[in-house]
């Protein structure tokens, strides 16, 4: 791998040809895995949900912006696949003035490394082309039908022209086409949940969603909101979200500003031991004491919360603001973000205000 990156940059130098780096696709995620530390801070779970023998649409959740390490590494720990990715093709036009992108052409290094571009403002036909070619030939490939990162937290967040999820059935429609012996492609839902409080994440892999042969645009429409549902349902409950939940109430209610440090985790317990059916961080049951002191510290260090000896004091009105949907949404207000990954399970949240509401009625 090394040797690989010191041809590139020969390269870039003028010093030598341009080195195919494809067949070191899996060294260099792993070189990276390492420093995200993927060994110690990624569980992935029911890989073995995970086709090995078929082409795939790998479908994810779009967090931040090194989700295709992540998403390659979930699937490379699941199946042993080595995925090609989706992305689009301004994705560093901000970075191209910069004296190390003029050495590090780094949509050339990640093209030569798996991804193929695409326009997201304008899309051609021959730039869809080369993923349908990609399933045809059995490899697959990685991409983010919400198109755009989530800045507040919410699973998906459809913002300015998008109005619904990017059509990866299309895909799969168009590697079927004309295949009259049958060519056998799956979607397979990826939900990454990222865990800021604690630095880890879950990548949970949801069950192979595939297309009937000369399925018309509805049948795929139907599938792409499928495959959104079938992402959304897979998000890992944490620590950080029900204490997030807990707060929050307590700041709309406006109810008491201090909380009782053991009354809180009494809280934050007693709504994962409501909450079944769902994913439920191992972390949060084998040292749920640990899981809400980082939970907290991560409130404290955004100013929500200040932790005196023994207790919890909320800044209500930090925790109920809402800052700008950008990049600063989760460094501003972390109790509301880290809330917003689970705000769609009806039943957590009702966990949640049974225990924060009912005994106060």
Sequence with gaps: ??????????????????PDLMRKRAEFCTVIGHFLRWRTQLRVVHGERCP??????????????????????AVMQSSGLLPRFMSRDDFFAEKKNSWWYRLVNVDELICQLGTLEISRGNVSIGQL??????????????????????RSGLIFEYRGEVQEPGSASFFLAQAQRGRE??????????????????????????????????AGREEQRAL???????????????????AAGIL???????LEESIGRGGFEAMVRAVLERVN????????????????????????????????????RLDRSKILATPP??????????????????????????????VVLTPRA
């Design 181 to 214: 012996e049958g060519l056998d492609v799956a979607i397979v839902p990826l939900t990454r949940t990222r865990n800021f409080a604690t630095g880890t994440d879950t990548v949970l892999v949801g069950y192979p969603l595939r297309l009937a042969p000369r």
């Design 277 to 312: 059916g769902r994913y439920i961080d191992p972390d949060a049951r084998a040292d749920l004491p640990g899981q809400v002191s980082a939970a907290l510290a991560h409130f404290r260090n955004a100013g929500l919360v200040v932790l005196p000896r023994d207790s919890i």
């Design 129 to 150: 082309r080369p993923f349908v070619n990609v399933l045809r030939s059995g490899e697959s490939f990685i991409m983010y039908p919400g198109r755009t990162r989530s």
């Design 52 to 73: 090995r023998d078929v082409s795939c649409v790998f479908a994810q959740n779009h967090v931040l912006l090194l989700d295709p390490f992540v998403s390659f590494g």
């Design 224 to 242: 792409d909101f499928q495959l959104v549902e079938a992402i959304a349902e897979n998000v890992t409950v944490n620590a950080t979200q029900i």
């Design 325 to 354: 949907m950008d990049g600063t949404f989760r460094k501003l207000n972390p109790v509301k973000y880290s809330l917003n990954q689970i705000l769609h399970f009806a039943d957590v949240t009702q966990a949640i205000e049974d």
């Design 1 to 18: 791998m090394i040797a690989g990156l010191a041809q590139y940059l020969l390269h870039r130098l003028h010093l030598a040809p341009r």
């Design 248 to 254: 929050y109430l307590h700041a709309l209610h406006g």
